[in-house]
């Protein structure tokens, strides 16, 4: 007979069917009762074996993490907790689990630290919390493709492997296929890339937008969603060394349609996750709400974590330029009391503290800043008229800091040129780039979202390393 998946059997299968289900076992109490999960959904199925009818060696086989399959009919439940459950006529290990052995890892059911899970990344997919994780990282991502999708986007792949740095951060993790004990250099004594595999230099991408411009002004509307690298050395719960990336990029959008694009996006992904991931969503809600209870009050969240996501799709965002944000955080109780670490001047970058005030404490809820002074941000983004400014836009959340990060993009060849100077960044590294501005240029603009950081928020997960199945930080690679 086919296997029904557990969350078939609990959402259409009726009293009385006969039925074979395939799984783990969660717990088995009272030499009776199997709970059974094969990862479908949060929810178990209870199934009960009959002691005496089933072989003795066979029952003690059904173990903590074991593998087994069931037939049986599917009967209404005597106890409280299920409405229906198995009764089970045979079964068959399929594979053993020595109680020892789970006693040592994240399967032995109780409550483990969110380190120790870390370091089982292999075997935390077997949890309740990271089963949840991972089911709603799907579901974001799902999210996102249909979103565009359904807008008229075109999902365009770009390189892993490139050789520019689209950030100008120079954070990048180098690729090469040189013997790295013997090097090849020139008469100069510098390393001789044109040796190299790519006769050049070659390294991760940080972020596939300057080439996803290339598409969008050919096809209108593209989305990449891919993985981005980035070599900066910030072991916090935000940053990973390696994360995914979502960025749309539109032909004829300035920043206004850009804010707006993000806004829909963020509220669509909320609303898909409330409405498709509820049994998930419940289990990580009460889990935050514990979570929230041992963290000092002044930390904790007045809301739970479905009253966060229900609170972002009904509000409008913040919308306030740098400028007004500077204001705002040198009339600030914190800044007044000297209570902020980093300065607040015109012209210096934004702190997460200061961040953190803005959203947290001064707007408590999502906020969007634009127009930020030019030189800390890249080189593509548009001047404005002011001279000083460039038309970008950070979309900071509560509890994450900045989810978003984006821009009208810079479609005049002699600002662009100047920028490029102004920069370092080489007219020849970038040339494919720029002749787009000499064939029918026009205003475009687009965004990326930090995949991770967004799974953070609609999962309540405080560190980035649990919202990923293997995260990579810094002196961190295992598994
Ligand atoms: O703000 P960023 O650096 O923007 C770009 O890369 C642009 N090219 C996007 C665009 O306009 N197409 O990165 C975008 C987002 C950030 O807002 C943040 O959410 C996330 O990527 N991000 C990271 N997430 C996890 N770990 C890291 N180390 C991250 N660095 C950036
Ligand atoms: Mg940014």
Redesign the pocket.
């Known amino acids: 007979m086919k296997r029904t998946r557990i969350i078939d059997v609990l959402n259409s299968s009726k009293v009385g069917d006969k039925l074979v289900v395939k799984g783990w076992v969660r717990a088995f109490r009272s030499n009776r009762f199997v709970q059974l999960n094969d990862g479908s959904t949060i929810k178990n199925l209870q199934a009960v074996v009959d002691f005496e009818q089933i072989d003795s060696e066979l029952l003690k086989r059904i173990t903590t993490a074991s593998s087994v399959s069931l037939s049986g009919t599917l009967v209404e439940s005597q106890g409280a907790g299920q409405a229906v459950e198995l009764q089970v006529e045979s079964l068959e290990i399929l594979g053993d689990a020595n109680p020892d052995d789970v006693q040592k890892t994240v399967m032995q059911p109780k409550k483990h630290s969110l380190d120790f899970l870390r370091e089982q990344a292999h075997l935390r997919f077997r949890t309740n919390t990271f089963g949840a994780v991972f089911r709603i990282r799907h579901g974001v991502s799902f999210a996102i493709h249909k979103f565009f999708n359904d807008r008229g986007f075109f999902n365009l792949h770009t390189p892993i492997l490139t050789g520019s740095d ?2 100008g951060a120079g954070e990048m993790f180098h690729v090469t296929n040189f013997d790295l004990g013997n090097i090849p250099k020139n008469e100069a004594g510098e390393v001789d890339f044109e040796q190299d595999f790519f006769g050049k230099q070659v390294n991760l991408t ?2 596939g ?1 300057l080439e ?1 411009e290339l598409g969008a002004l050919a096809l209108g509307q593209v989305y990449t969603f891919g993985p ?1 690298f ?1 070599a ?1 050395n ?1 072991n916090t719960s ?4 390696e ?1 995914w ?1 979502v ?1 749309p ?1 539109v032909a004829f959008n300035d920043l206004e349609d850009n804010m707006n694009l993000t806004e829909d996006f963020l509220k669509y992904i909320c609303r898909y996750i409330l409405d498709n991931f509820k049994d998930d969503l419940q289990f990580l809600n009460d889990r935050d709400a514990e979570e929230q209870k041992s963290k000092p009050e002044a930390e904790r969240n007045a809301l739970s974590l479905i009253e966060r996501l229900e609170f972002v799709v009904n509000n409008n965002f913040e919308r306030i330029t740098y400028t007004r944000a500077i204001e705002i955080l040198r009339n600030s109780k914190p800044y007044k009391k000297k209570k902020f670490k980093y300065p607040v001047e015109w012209g210096t970058d934004l702190q997460s503290e200061h961040e953190r005030f803005l959203v947290e404490k001064e707007f408590n809820k999502p906020v969007i800043i634009t127009d930020y002074p030019a030189a800390f941000k ?1 080189f593509y983004m548009r001047q404005n008229d002011d001279g000083k400014t460039v038309a970008a836009m ?1 979309v900071l959340f509560p509890g994450i800091g ?6 009208q993009r810079e479609e005049r060849m002699d600002i662009l040129l100047e920028k490029c100077k102004a920069f370092n960044i080489p007219e020849d590294h970038i040339w494919w780039y720029l002749e787009t501005r000499k064939f029918g240029t026009v205003p475009h603009a ?5 995949f ?2 967004m799974v953070m928020f609609v999962t309540g997960m405080s560190n ?1 390393r649990d919202v990923i199945p293997f995260p990579r930080t810094p002196q961190n690679a295992e598994f």
């Open positions: 689209a950030e940080v972020s937008q996803a981005t980035r900066e910030s935000r940053h990973l060394a994360f990336m960025e990029e890249a950070d900045e989810i978003v990060g984006g821009s687009g965004f990326g979202l930090g991770e950081r980035i």
